[in-house]
């Protein structure tokens, strides 16, 4: 039986070719800021209320630009069980702040790839690729 795909979205904010990342409480694993997509919502609606409940930042999901999208092993998930990440590039002025289920946020680049789980090394490679980030 084929485990139907975890469908997630989730925000590239990029400052100075650095991405924003973070860790959940009482874990090492660097990850986007995102997560899965409720039902009757869009992949940008689900990145804006993933940022806001995570790292709190507000946007809206209108102004998010679709950057690609990653297919690969979910984390933490049975062999065969696939990621569809959507990533959005989102800007803001604001700085983000950690939230009750996130334990820090970090401003990472290719060399922080050994923290990430394989969506979030795939994520590096491709803004690394269009050369956003270091």
Do not use: N
């Not at 874990?27 to 009757?40: E, S, T």
């Not at 630009?65 to 604001?94: C, I, K, N, S, Y």
């Amino acid at each position: 039986m084929t485990l139907p795909p975890l469908l997630v979205s989730a925000v590239a904010l990029v400052r100075d070719r650095r991405v924003l990342m973070v860790t959940a409480r009482g874990r090492d694993v660097h990850y986007m800021p995102g997560g899965k997509i409720d039902a009757g919502e869009t992949a940008a609606q689900a990145a804006a209320r993933e940022a806001r409940e995570e790292v709190s930042l507000v946007f809206d999901p209108a102004e998010l630009v679709e950057l690609f999208e990653v297919r690969t092993q979910a984390h933490g998930e049975p062999d065969g069980r696939m990621v569809h990440m959507t990533v959005f590039r989102a800007q803001t002025a604001a700085e983000p702040e950690p939230s009750a289920e996130v334990g820090a946020i970090h401003w990472v680049t290719t060399a922080d790839a050994d923290r990430c789980p394989p969506a979030g090394r795939a994520v590096l490679e491709r803004l690394a690729a269009l050369d956003l980030i270091d």
